[in-house]
C-alpha cells in the first residue's frame, strides 16, 4: 500500500509518467489470476485445443485452432454483453463445414494489421490465407513435410510469413503474390518454431529439432547470421559445431513486445532467455519446467509493455498453466483448471486476462478477482455512513 501512495505522490507532482502506476500495478495483478467466475468460452472444437491468438486491434477476437481430422478452426468474440454480469463468449465464426485444412491445426495467427485476414498452418502440408469476412481460403502454399509453425512479419515494409517443418528449412511465403520468395537453409532437422523480431523488420528467429536457434536477415542469401550459445562462449562450446541453445529439441520462441529479449523453451524442460542485442544468454534460472507437447511444439506467451511494467510469462506445463517473472524468474502463480494436457496460451494484448486450451477440448479464461464483492460493498457503505453519521447531541 505504501508503494501505491508512493507512486501516486509522485503522479501528482509529475515526477512519473501518467502510464508507470497502472503498468507497475497490472504486473502484480498478473500474479493474481484465477479461472474467470463471470466469463467462459462456448465449446467447439472436439479434439485438443493447439493453437490460440488475439487479435491486437481491438482485443475483441479470439481465433483457435484444434487437432480435429478436418483441422477445426474457430472464431470467438470475447466483448462482453451490455448489462450482463456473466456470460458466454459466442462462436462468431467456424470453418468445421468449410474448405480448409484436412488434419490437425499446428499454429493459428491474425493478420497484425486487420481483422479481415488470418492464416493457418496444419499438418496437412499446408500454409492457408483466410478471408475471415467470407471464412474461406484465399490463398494456400503446398509443401512436401507437415508445417510445425509459421509466423506472420509484423512490419509494413514486406508480407512475408515464414513456414517451418519437417523439410528442415524455412519457407517464406509472399502473401501478395501468392508465391515462395525464398529458401533458407541451416537446420539439419524439422524445424518447430519461427518468430519475426518486433522492433527489426527483416530478423527472423528459428528453433529446430538440431537443438538449435539462428537469426537470420532475410535480405541476405548466404546463411544465418549466428547461431546462440547457451554457454555464452564458455570452454563447453570450444567448436562452432558444439554451439547449442539447449540440450533438448527447441520447441518454442516468443519475443518480448520490444524485441529487446527473446524466450526460448526445449525438451531440456528448461527456458532461457536471450538479449537480442547481446545474443547472450541471460542465465535467468526458472527451475525445471515441465512443459506440455501435445503437439509437438509449445506455445508461449509474455505480457504487453501495454499492460506490464514487469513481464510476466506464461508456459504450458502439464495440466497447468505456470506464470513466471521473465527477468527474475520466481514462479508467481499455477493456473489449474484444466482436465488435460494444456497444449496452448494467449495473454491478451489490452486486458489482465488470459486463454489457455488443451486436450479436453476446453478454452479456459483466467482474469484478475473482482475489485470488490457485494459483501465488501455493504462494509464499505457502512463504513462510510459511520464517518459521517451527526453523533452530536442536543446538550452539545
Excluded at 466469463?39 to 481491438?58: F, G
Excluded at 480435429?68 to 465464426?93: E, N, Q, S, Y
Excluded at 518468430?195 to 529446430?208: E, I, N
Aim: charged share 15%.
Amino acid at each position: 500500500m505504501a508503494d501505491v501512495l508512493r507512486l501516486l505522490a509522485a503522479r501528482e507532482h509529475g515526477l512519473d509518467p501518467p502510464w508507470v502506476l497502472p503498468r507497475l500495478y497490472g504486473g502484480r495483478m498478473f500474479a493474481q489470476l484465477e479461472l474467470s467466475r463471470v466469463k467462459d468460452c462456448a465449446r467447439l472444437h472436439h479434439r485438443t485445443v493447439t493453437a490460440l491468438d488475439v487479435e491486437c486491434q481491438a482485443g475483441r477476437y479470439l481465433l483457435s485452432g484444434s487437432g480435429d481430422k478436418d483441422g477445426a478452426i474457430g472464431i470467438h468474440d470475447l466483448i462482453r454483453p451490455v448489462g450482463a454480469t456473466t456470460f458466454t463468449c459466442p462462436v462468431v465464426a467456424t470453418s468445421r463445414n468449410n474448405e480448409g485444412h484436412t488434419h490437425g491445426i499446428s499454429t493459428v495467427q491474425w493478420y497484425p494489421h486487420d481483422t479481415g485476414m488470418f492464416t493457418s498452418s496444419s499438418l496437412d502440408k499446408s500454409l492457408s490465407v483466410w478471408d475471415t469476412n467470407q471464412l474461406c481460403v484465399v490463398e494456400q502454399f503446398k509443401f512436401t513435410e507437415a508445417v510445425y509453425t509459421h509466423s506472420m512479419a509484423a512490419s509494413g515494409s514486406h508480407c512475408l510469413t515464414a513456414a517451418g517443418g519437417g523439410e528442415c528449412k524455412i519457407t517464406l511465403c509472399d502473401i501478395n503474390s501468392g508465391s515462395q520468395t525464398h529458401i533458407l537453409r541451416g537446420h539439419r532437422k524439422p524445424v518447430m518454431a519461427l518468430k519475426w523480431c518486433p522492433s527489426r523488420d527483416y530478423l527472423l528467429t528459428s528453433g529446430s529439432q538440431d537443438n538449435k536457434i539462428l537469426f537470420w536477415d532475410i535480405r541476405k542469401g548466404a546463411g544465418p547470421l549466428c547461431d546462440l550459445d547457451q554457454h555464452n562462449g564458455g570452454d563447453v562450446a570450444h567448436s562452432v559445431s558444439a554451439l547449442s541453445a539447449h540440450n533438448g529439441h527447441v520447441v518454442g520462441l516468443c519475443y518480448t513486445s520490444d524485441g529487446l529479449f527473446l524466450l526460448s523453451v526445449a525438451t531440456d524442460n528448461h527456458l532461457r532467455l536471450w538479449n537480442t542485442f547481446t545474443l547472450k544468454n541471460s542465465l535467468i534460472n526458472y527451475g525445471r519446467v515441465p512443459i506440455s507437447l501435445v503437439q509437438q511444439t509449445c506455445q508461449l506467451s509474455i505480457t504487453s509493455s501495454l499492460c506490464s511494467l514487469t513481464p510476466t510469462l506464461a508456459v504450458p506445463t502439464g495440466n497447468d498453466v505456470s506464470l513466471f517473472e521473465l527477468f527474475t524468474g520466481k514462479k508467481v502463480a499455477i493456473l489449474r483448471g484444466h482436465y488435460g494436457k494444456v497444449a496452448s496460451c494467449i495473454l491478451h494484448p489490452f486486458e489482465q486476462e488470459l486463454y489457455s486450451g488443451g486436450s479436453d477440448r476446453n478454452i479456459l479464461c483466467w482474469t484478475t478477482p473482482p475489485w470488490t464483492t457485494c459483501d465488501s460493498q455493504t462494509q464499505g457503505a457502512s463504513r462510510i455512513a459511520a464517518v459521517y453519521s451527526d453523533t452530536w447531541s442536543d446538550e452539545d
